[in-house]
């Protein structure tokens, strides 16, 4: 009776195998992935920069392949930024910060939830940063703040346009006031880039929302947006239930945001690095005209004095 046992047994398997249930990094290692039409091969989204073929869907992508794409795989230099102290406030609710920490770092590969590159594009060196939401859902805290001033600082140092590929839902709440004050860094930093005259460019891309939104996101000289990214500062169920009134279909959508005037454009993945091209080439040519003219004035304006000395 070995043999029937042996199949009872393996019945038993195979029952227990469909009521499995995936786990998150189950999907994420493999070779398949969800979208409009049901799950289809990774590599059908990969070939199509992860955007759908079927909806054009655009989902959301890491750093690291935001930047193959926007300058040629591999064709850019990352940088390490500084990592302050980790869990200045020794933080913990259902699990420590640190290990918050640990488990982002291990999943992502990275130190923080920003990257910081210099490429090029159009011939024009840039200097570029974008957020993981992986990364504690690309939350804003110290160590990102340390790694966005980096970038312009960089940027200032190398006289190079600056592009900012937002997503993330806010402040981190672990940090409490010192991940608030990245807002007033982050603008602070990015009216140094602006006196010296730099393009600042932002992409908005899905989800950018909460003191992300209220600061450096909203601070560029053009701000570009990939289609149906959520961009908003709260939540629609808490809007709605503020006003009472229904909200319209598609509210904080970037084609709603658009019609609104906090997007100038929306931009597919495929057209981003040429559109953007274009636009620095614009923004240097009349930034370097706008230099020019205020040279002038300055030197007529010593020529005066020296005259009415």
Known sequence: MNWINKIIKAGENIKKAFHKRATKEDIANSDWMSCCKGPRLKIDFENNMWVCPDCNRHHRIKPKQRFDIMFGKNNYEIFKTPIPKDDPLNWTDSKSYKDRLKSARKKTGLD????????????????????????????????????????????????????????????????????????????????????????????????????????????????????????????????????????????????????????????????????IGTLLSILLKKNSAISTEENEITENTQSLSKVAS
């Open 112 to 275: 923080c939830g920003m990257m910081v590159v210099s490429g090029t594009l159009n011939n024009i060196k840039v200097t570029a940063v974008a957020s993981d939401f992986d990364f504690l859902g690309a939350s804003m805290a110290a160590a990102e703040g340390e790694a966005f001033l980096y970038g312009i600082q960089y940027a200032i140092e190398n006289q190079t346009p600056f592009i900012c590929v937002s997503a993330g839902g806010g402040m981190r709440m672990m940090e409490s006031l010192i991940s608030l004050s990245q807002m007033t860094r982050t603008t602070l930093a990015i009216n140094e880039l602006k006196k010296n005259n730099l393009p600042y460019i932002v992409c908005i891309t899905d989800p950018t929302a909460g003191g992300i939104t209220a600061s450096y996101a909203m601070l560029g000289d053009i701000h570009i947006a990939e289609p149906g990214a959520l961009i908003a500062f709260a939540g629609a169920r808490v809007i709605q239930g503020t006003v009472k009134e229904e909200l319209p279909e598609g509210f904080q959508k970037s084609e709603y945001v658009e019609k609104t005037g906090f997007v100038d454009l929306i931009v597919e993945r495929k057209d981003l690095s040429e559109k």
